[in-house]
């Protein structure tokens, strides 16, 4: 018998790294947890998932699950994640990444992967700063905001991921927050079953360094931030630029189907040179 | 029936917060890491709606459906 007062997530989770390392109120426990629940509805196998994840707060969420993973260099995930994919298309692969690892470090391994259009599943906890090396400005920032390395406010204009990763050419891509958890855990599932490059972007509170730097102390007041600046889609599309300065637009921003890279190249294998090896699971899965 | 690990919550208060029955109150006392950890203290309110443990970051709370008499 199973205990009985765990979280329902508890048996998908490494307990005996637990308590996890992330400061309370931090949101990527919460886009673990709809991460899971993304699973359970598109009826997943955590077995044939395989994460892949590179250097950052966010980037330490596969080490707490019970699948294979791969802890990877900074700004990397992508790329090994795409070796996995092309070394065993039927497997899942996930990426966990954060803004600097997804957008700063690793942007051009993320607009090729989402170019290519390969079957990966990017999941980027985008908390608008560098938080595990203490608050710098990520390319995410908003204009204006404060951290370590902007003490007057930043005047740069920011990376909209959403819209970089569309004009790649990714084949679903969608934005939301923690604060939407039913939201974002039904845009995994979508992702998931997706075949084809699927990006989304999971809006995160950091109050230990964005809330700090920029008067939103508690996971709370940023919470309540993003709440209440965060417009749907179909809402958005129908108001002026203006009017959505410094807001969040979140919502499913594509979906659509187009030929995918892992697919096309062992169709070309098979074209020709005949048959494709069946040896890829042989070396730890018997016969 | 709402069960909450007190090992593994860190006193975030993000139940409480987005409880849309307000079931969670704040406890009184310290608990031994220094933080004031959230009590279901209204079960009765409560509409199993599940947010707290999906939106819960340290995977500390379950909601079990209660039995039949």
Known sequence: MEETNESPFMKYLRKDRLPNIFCAGCGNGTV???????????????????????????????????????????????????????????????????????????????????????????ICINNNIYGMTGGQISPTSPQGSYGSTAPYGTFE???????????????????????????LANAIKKALKHKGFSFIEAVSQCHTYYGRKNKMK?????????????????????????????????????????????????????????????????????? | MIKLDPNLCKGCNICMEFCPKQVYEQSKTLDRKGVHIPIPKNQDKCSKCDLCALMCPDQAIKVEEDDEQ
């Open chain 1, 157 to 183: 204009k920011p990376f909209d991921l959403v819209e970089l990763v569309s004009g790649a050419g990714a084949t679903y891509v969608a934005r939301w927050t923690t604060v939407h958890p039913l939201q």
């Open chain 1, 32 to 122: 673990l947890n709809t991460f899971f629940k993304g699973m359970e509805m598109a009826e997943m196998d955590l077995n044939n998932i395989n994460m892949a994840s590179g250097i950052g707060c966010s980037s330490r969420i596969p080490g707490y699950v019970k699948c294979d993973s791969l802890h990877t260099t900074h700004g990397r995930p992508i790329s090994f994640a795409t070796g996995l994919k092309l070394g065993n298309p039927n497997m899942d692969v996930v990426v966990f990444t954060g803004d600097g690892d997804a957008a700063a470090i690793g942007g051009n391994h993320l607009i090729h992967a989402a170019r290519r259009n390969i079957d990966l599943t990017v």
């Open chain 1, 218 to 287: 508690s996971p709370l007041d940023m919470l309540k931030w993003m709440e209440d600046n965060s417009i749907n889609k179909r809402k958005a599309d129908k108001m002026d630029p203006e009017e959505l300065a410094g807001k969040l637009i979140v919502g499913e921003f594509v979906n659509k189907n187009q030929a995918e890279y892992s697919q096309e190249l062992y169709n070309l294998i098979e074209e020709k040179s005949g048959n494709r090896s069946k040896s890829i699971k042989s070396a730890y899965m018997g016969d």
